[in-house]
C-alpha cells in the first residue's frame, strides 16, 4: 500500500480497517433472501440513526443525488432556500437546473441562519419546501435546527428539507420530533464509511406530496425507491460492497450509542476550537461552531497549501477553505470515527509544522 496520510478533512475521513475488510467480501445477488436481509437490518439501525419511524431509503450515489431528488420530488414550483455557505448554494443551483423558482434567503459565510428571519420570509407563503443546510461544511457552522425548525412547523402544508449530510451520526438531529420532513446524508463524513453511497429518511407526508408531483424521474423517484425499501429490496443494483460496510458500521455506532458518540465528537471539537482560538481565530459565529468540523480564520495570514503539504509529510491530512476561502480559512475535520487522542495527534503535528 503507498503511504497515506490519516485523513482530517470533513468528508472523507477514516474508515476503521473492520469495515473496509466487510467490503472485500464475496458478491451476493442483490436479488434474493441474503440481500433482503441485510436490507432490513440496515434499515433498522438508519431509522435509530435519523431517530424516525418514518421510510429510510438507500441510495447508491453521493448525497448530491439525492439533494436533485428531493427537489425533483417535492418543490412543484417554489423551494426556500436558507443559505450560509456553498453547500446551501449547490442546493439552490440544484433547484435552478431543475427548472424550479429557488429564493436563496442568504447570510454571510461564518453566520448562522437566523430563525427570526425565516419567518418574516415564510410570511410571504407561496413555497412548497424549505431547504436548509444543517451543518455547513464549508464555514464550519452548525445551524440552530430546533428553532428553525419550530418556525417552519407553523406552516402544515410546508416541507422542510434538511441536508444533515456532515452532522449525522456526529451531531442530534431528531428527525421525527422536530417534524423533519426529508432529511439526507452521505456515509463518508460522520458516518465513517468509504465515499459513494447516501442514504436519506422521508415523512410519510413528503411521500404523499411526492405521489401527487409530476416528473420524480427513475434512479431519485422516492416513491419508487420507498417502495423498494418498504420490500428490503434495492430499486437497481446497489453498491453491495457499500451495504456489507454500512451493515457492519451502523451496528458499530449503535453500540457505541449516539449520545455517546455525539458526546465524543463535542470533546474532539473543543479540542480543536480551544486549539484554533489560541493560534489564529473561528471562521463561524460564536455560538454556533460545529462539532464535526472547524473552520480556522487564517488571521496570522500562512501559506494554507504550503501548511497542508507540510502537514501530510508528518502524515496529516486536512482541508484548505471552500471555493472563495481556499487561502483564507482551513478545515479540520474531527468525525466519524477519530478520538480525542487521535485529534491530540494532530494538533502536536500543525503544532510542529508551525513551530519550524
Ligand atoms: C459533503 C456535503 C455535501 C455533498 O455531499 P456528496 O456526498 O459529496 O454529494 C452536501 N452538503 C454538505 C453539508 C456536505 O458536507
Redo the contacts with the bound molecule.
Keep these: 500500500m503507498p503511504e497515506r496520510p490519516l485523513l482530517f478533512t470533513?468528508?472523507p475521513t477514516e474508515v476503521r480497517p473492520e469495515v473496509l475488510l466487510a467490503m472485500s467480501r464475496p458478491v451476493i445477488s442483490h436479488r434474493g433472501a441474503e440481500m433482503e436481509e441485510m436490507v432490513r437490518d440496515i434499515l433498522a439501525h438508519a431509522k435509530r440513526i435519523f431517530r424516525t419511524e418514518g421510510t429510510v431509503l438507500l441510495s447508491t450515489s453521493?448525497?448530491?443525488g439525492l439533494?436533485e431528488g428531493a427537489i425533483r420530488n417535492f418543490v412543484r414550483r417554489r423551494s426556500l432556500h436558507l443559505i450560509c455557505g456553498a453547500?446551501g448554494d449547490?442546493w439552490w443551483q440544484i433547484a435552478a437546473d431543475c427548472g424550479a423558482e429557488p429564493k436563496a434567503s442568504r447570510v454571510d459565510p461564518g453566520r448562522a441562519v437566523d430563525p427570526d428571519r425565516v419567518d418574516q420570509e415564510l410570511a410571504t407563503g407561496g413555497y412548497d419546501a424549505v431547504c436548509l443546510?444543517h451543518?455547513?461544511?464549508s464555514t464550519g457552522v452548525t445551524n440552530p435546527l430546533e428553532a428553525i425548525a419550530a418556525v417552519v412547523r407553523r406552516h402544515p402544508d410546508l416541507l422542510f428539507l434538511v441536508?444533515a449530510?456532515?452532522s449525522l451520526g456526529g451531531i442530534p438531529v431528531d428527525v421525527d420530533r422536530l417534524g423533519i420532513d426529508v432529511c439526507l446524508a452521505?456515509v463518508?463524513?460522520a458516518l465513517a464509511l468509504p465515499?459513494g453511497f447516501?442514504l436519506c429518511s422521508v415523512s410519510e407526508r413528503a411521500l404523499a406530496a411526492a405521489r401527487r408531483q409530476k416528473g420524480r424521474g427513475y434512479y431519485f423517484d422516492f416513491v419508487r425507491l420507498s417502495e423498494s425499501s418498504t420490500k428490503g429490496m434495492p430499486l437497481a443494483t446497489p453498491s453491495v460492497p457499500h451495504l456489507f460496510a454500512i451493515q457492519v458500521q451502523f451496528a458499530q455506532i449503535l453500540r457505541e450509542g449516539l449520545e455517546a458518540r455525539f458526546a465524543r465528537h463535542a470533546v474532539m471539537a473543543g479540542r480543536v476550537r480551544a486549539w484554533a482560538r489560541e493560534r489564529f481565530g473561528l471562521f463561524a459565529e460564536k455560538g454556533f461552531e460545529s462539532d464535526t468540523v472547524t473552520c480556522v480564520a487564517n488571521t496570522r495570514k500562512i501559506r494554507v497549501a504550503d501548511f497542508l503539504s507540510r502537514l501530510r509529510q508528518r502524515g496529516f491530512q486536512v482541508s484548505n477553505g471552500y471555493g472563495a476561502l481556499k487561502e483564507a480559512t482551513f478545515r479540520i475535520g474531527h468525525l466519524g470515527d477519530h478520538t480525542p487522542e487521535s485529534v491530540d495527534r494532530l494538533l502536536a503535528a500543525m503544532d510542529e509544522v508551525l513551530g519550524g
Design positions: 470533513p468528508g453521493s448525497a448530491s439533494m453547500f449547490r443546510t451543518n455547513e461544511t441536508d449530510v456532515s452521505s463518508q463524513k465515499p447516501s
